[in-house]
């Protein structure tokens, strides 16, 4: 079972900055995929970013720019450094791993970012 634990979500001014975490345990495999989605309310769970487990990343348009992944392999901790953040960036943020081969995907709980003034 894969366990991810999030944190550092909280309320920041439009321009902000905040940076997310997102530690893994359990078993998985050291090539597993991780990344970060986002759901704000009302609207679809979108993807904002990703990095392999050699370090690639993609971003959603929206975020790029502005918002850089990074990950520790080392610690099975991912990370989302969040800058020149928007009111349309409030959400519910979500850690995600897919493993490689079945692609099969695990969720943290969620952590809220709020940006307003």
């Known amino acids: 079972q894969v366990q991810l634990v999030e944190s550092g979500g909280g309320l920041v001014q439009p321009g902000g900055s905040l940076r997310l975490s997102c530690a893994a345990s359990g078993s998985f495999s050291s090539m597993s995929d991780m990344g970060w989605y986002r759901q704000a309310p009302g609207k679809g769970r979108e993807l904002v970013a990703t990095i392999t487990s050699g370090g690639s990343t993609s971003s959603a348009d929206s975020v790029r720019g502005r918002f850089i992944i990074s990950r520790d392999n080392a610690k099975n901790t991912v990370y989302l450094q969040m800058n020149s953040l928007k009111p349309e960036d409030t959400a519910v943020y979500y850690c995600?791993?897919?493993?490689?081969?079945?692609?099969?995907?695990?969720w943290g709980q969620g952590t809220q970012v709020t940006v307003s003034s």
């Open positions: 995600n791993l897919r493993t490689p081969i079945m692609r099969y995907d695990y």
